[in-house]
């Protein structure tokens, strides 16, 4: 519950920070993502926009523009910079667009992905996590991303079809929802593999109906939670 409290009010913090944020986050843009391949030009700006310390709790706000995954509460992680701007760059967003994520955790992604596209749908499973990061999305106006509680397994059919969906967890397979959810022309990036060990980051586009899968990278997610079946 210590780390429900400080998640749900870290943002009233931020007048009080005494590390200069913004330097902090140019000097990751510059050597954690464009030293190593990051080009996309819109990735690039949300990830100078989005202040990612405002997505984890307190203690460890210090260490928000390290190249690390840091613990949000509910066994729950937020990915490393580079693994955000990678996922997100991979899918080649515009502002048109209409995203489905799967696994909100802290918001950061989502509010990533709201700096580039038109409307961002992000499901969470663990109810008080997707409740505390709604109020922090709504304090930081970001009018353009729904937070939905539910089994991300099953997708969103009522907004379906999406452009593109990102899925942050990792399941063992690649969920048939979703796929059928993606509009025709679409992407998907998911982490795929087993819930102990190395998950294989996969980028799907949707052709006529048929997948075309490629492998990316060796990646480490959360495992994908779904409600008892």
Same mark, same amino acid.
């Given at each position: 519950?210590?780390?429900?409290?400080?998640?749900?009010?870290?943002?009233?913090? *931020?007048? %009080?920070?005494? *590390?200069?944020?913004?330097?902090?986050?140019?000097?990751?843009?510059?050597?954690?993502?464009?030293?190593?391949?990051?080009?996309?030009?819109?990735?690039? /700006?949300?990830?100078? /926009?989005?202040?990612?310390?405002?997505?984890?709790?307190?203690?460890?706000?210090?260490?928000?523009?390290?190249?690390?995954?840091?613990?949000?509460?509910?066994?729950? &992680?937020?990915?490393?910079?580079?693994?955000?701007?990678?996922? &997100?760059?991979?899918?080649?967003?515009?502002?048109?667009?209409?995203?489905?994520?799967?696994?909100?955790?802290?918001?950061?992604?989502?509010?990533?992905?709201?700096?580039?596209?038109?409307?961002?749908?992000?499901?969470?499973?663990?109810?008080?996590?997707?409740?505390?990061?709604?109020?922090?999305?709504?304090?930081? %106006?970001? %009018?353009?991303?729904?937070?939905?509680?539910?089994?991300?397994? *099953?997708?969103?059919?009522?907004?379906?079809?999406?452009?593109?969906?990102?899925?942050?967890?990792?399941?063992?397979?690649?969920?048939?929802?979703?796929?059928?959810?993606?509009?025709?022309?679409?992407?998907?990036?998911?982490?795929?593999?087993?819930?102990?060990?190395?998950?294989?980051?996969?980028?799907?586009?949707?052709?006529?109906?048929?997948?075309?899968?490629?492998?990316?990278?060796?990646?480490?997610?959360?495992?994908? &939670?779904?409600? %008892?079946?």
């Amino acid at each position: 519950m210590m780390i429900l409290v400080l998640l749900c009010t870290y943002t009233l913090l *931020q007048s %009080n920070a005494p *590390q200069d944020y913004k330097q902090l986050r140019e000097k990751m843009v510059i050597e954690q993502l464009e030293a190593r391949g990051i080009h996309h030009d819109a990735t690039l /700006q949300a990830m100078r /926009q989005v202040e990612r310390h405002l997505f984890v709790p307190s203690p460890y706000q210090s260490y928000a523009y390290e190249d690390r995954p840091l613990p949000i509460g509910f066994r729950q &992680t937020i990915s490393q910079p580079f693994i955000v701007a990678s996922m &997100t760059q991979m899918l080649d967003l515009s502002k048109d667009d209409r995203v489905l994520e799967i696994g909100t955790g802290s918001g950061y992604q989502a509010a990533v992905l709201a700096e580039i596209v038109a409307q961002v749908y992000t499901i969470e499973i663990v109810k008080e996590l997707a409740e505390c990061t709604k109020k922090l999305l709504h304090q930081l %106006n970001y %009018n353009n991303i729904e937070v939905v509680i539910g089994d991300g397994y *099953q997708g969103l059919r009522s907004a379906a079809p999406f452009d593109a969906i990102i899925v942050t967890a990792a399941p063992e397979k690649i969920p048939e929802p979703l796929v059928e959810q993606l509009k025709d022309g679409g992407k998907m990036i998911i982490p795929i593999g087993p819930t102990k060990g190395m998950q294989t980051l996969k980028l799907l586009k949707k052709k006529k109906g048929k997948l075309v899968v490629q492998d990316l990278m060796h990646v480490r997610f959360v495992p994908f &939670t779904r409600k %008892n079946r």
